[in-house]
């Protein structure tokens, strides 16, 4: 059990990534919280876990993410692991024909989230040393055109992994970031244009040189990873989980 008794936050665990990390973390013996903005799909996912906590939560506004925090500390009496995986894209477009409104949007879940939860949830995390893990990704590190503004919030995500890590370290907090390659999740779509064909498919598969896209077990076995004691030495590492895209 490489998380035994950890408390920890998965931020959009409702599907996707942040399910199967919700998922694995359990299996290793971590109490968790279940948060996602859509309660359906939260409560699902907390009824499939056994001793799980659903907190419906908004990481782009300061007073839910308060309240998800607070809902832990209440609920399990402290926190050692965060992992801030809500996000958002845009369609794949030019990046002129994004409009502010969607501009503002993939800002506020992607980047600012890492704030709020910090300011809500880094202080309970100082008192056990615990740890965060932020999901950015391969976009951060090789861009791809018609993401451009994403493309920018995942790259803020990772300079933030890095400064985070710097600054927390003397309060034995550890701070780091998976950067995930294109895979199974409610944003696939939009990552191919709205379009899901065979053919795009294969467009995107055929620049992984591992020939296939990530899965959430991909993603959540690097942040078991993360965030466990085998990565005790291990802060401010941005870790390519993509097939190797970025080579």
């Given amino acids: 059990m490489r998380l035994k008794d ?26 968790v919280v279940v948060a996602d903005i859509d309660a ?14 659903f907190v419906e939560a908004d990481v782009t506004d300061s007073a839910s993410v308060k309240a998800m925090a ?10 050692d692991i965060l992992v801030n995986n809500a996000g958002v894209t845009h ?31 880094v202080p309970a995390l100082i008192e056990r040393r ?9 976009a951060a590190v090789s861009p791809r055109p018609g993401l451009t503004w994403y493309n920018g919030t995942k790259g ?10 710097v600054e927390l370290a003397g309060q034995g907090v550890r701070v780091n970031a998976i950067n ?3 895979g199974e999740t409610g944003l696939t779509v939009e990552f191919m244009g709205g379009v899901d064909s065979p053919e795009i498919r294969e467009k995107f598969i055929s620049s992984i040189p591992l020939g296939r896209m990530s ?15 085998e990565a005790a030495l291990v802060t401010g590492v941005c870790m390519e989980v993509d097939g190797g895209r970025c080579v």
Wanted: proline content about 2%; charged content about 20%.
């Fill in 91 to 121: 369609l794949n477009q030019s990046m002129l024909d994004v409009d502010e409104a969607t501009f503002d949007k993939v800002y506020a879940v992607n980047v600012k989230s890492i704030y709020l939860t910090a300011i809500h949830c």
């Fill in 215 to 229: 899965t959430p077990l991909d993603i959540a076995n690097a942040a078991l990873f993360l965030a466990s004691d």
């Fill in 180 to 182: 995930p390659v294109i």
């Fill in 70 to 79: 607070d809902a832990t500390l209440d609920g399990f009496g402290g926190l």
């Fill in 130 to 138: 615990g740890t965060i893990v932020n999901i950015a990704s391969a």
């Fill in 40 to 53: 359906a799909a939260g409560r699902r996912v907390a009824e499939e876990i056994d001793g799980a906590l």
């Fill in 6 to 31: 950890k408390i920890a936050i998965i931020t959009g665990a409702g599907s996707g990534f942040g399910e199967g990390i919700a998922k694995r973390f359990a299996e290793e013996g971590a109490k």
């Fill in 156 to 165: 803020a995500a990772v300079t933030l992994t890095k400064s985070m890590a």
